[in-house]
């Protein structure tokens, strides 16, 4: 099971909108509603942020949104804080009855 | 508040085993699935297994069958992960990680223990 890809980095400037995408398969991304998203600071445990594709947990700022395109789900963090500054994976169940997760994304917050 | 905690870190030499554990606490222990990723240096986390809490029923990721072993212990609340044959690519922070019933999300993390693989 090949890892899910995302962008190596993302960065913005604070107040701005910025999108992390996640490609995967229709073995994967594209055909389940399992679609999560960890946020991980260094040294630190992963937190989820999203959950089945567009939905945030009780505690995560309404500034984290999730969707999905066919095999592609994004990540949207808008009005950008320095607190943001971190580390982002998706991951996926998948039609094998595994999860896989994406490559990383390290967004930082110029 | 949901609690996993993870046994401290083990540097071991190639070849050898190590045991991991990790013991919940605050919620409900039989009705959470635990699952076990491990994130080598610069890299993502990687799905290795999941324990079904309830019936000690086990998932293993294709690359661990045969060299990793998950068990639970309903009386300590602890789940526990063997894995044996070491070598340096198994040099990593390993998580648990409790799953909600319903959505294969990871609610819940353990603080992850380190694992150092060097003769």
Not at chain 1, 19 to 37: A, E, H, L, N, Q
Not at chain 1, 38 to 47: S, T
Request: net charge neutral.
């Amino acid at each position: 099971q090949s890892a899910l890809t995302q962008p190596a980095s993302v960065s913005g400037s604070p107040g701005q909108s910025i999108t992390i995408s996640c490609t995967g398969t229709s073995s994967d991304v594209g055909r389940y509603d399992y679609v999560s998203w960890y946020q991980q600071h260094p040294g630190k445990a992963p937190k989820l942020m999203i959950y089945d594709v567009t939905h945030r947990p009780s505690g995560v700022s309404s500034r984290f949104s999730g969707s999905r395109s066919g095999n592609t789900a994004s990540l949207t963090i808008s009005g950008l804080q320095a607190e943001d500054e971190a580390d982002y994976y998706c991951t996926s169940y998948t039609v094998t009855s595994t999860f896989v997760f994406g490559t990383g994304t390290k967004v930082s917050v110029l | 508040q949901v609690q996993l905690v993870q046994s401290g870190a083990e540097v071991k030499k190639p070849g050898a085993s190590v045991r991991l554990s990790c013991q919940a606490s605050e919620y409900s222990f039989k009705t959470h699935h635990i699952h076990w990723m491990r994130q080598a240096p610069g890299l993502g986390p990687e799905w290795m297994g999941i324990i079904f809490v309830g019936d000690a029923g086990i998932e293993y990721a294709p690359k661990f069958r045969g060299r990793v072993t998950m068990t639970r212990d309903t009386s300590t609340t602890t789940v526990t992960m063997d894995m044996s044959s070491l070598t340096s690519e198994d040099e990593a922070v390993y998580y648990c990680a409790r799953e909600m019933p319903g959505s294969y999300r990871f609610d819940s993390w353990g603080q992850g223990t380190r694992v150092i693989v060097s003769s």
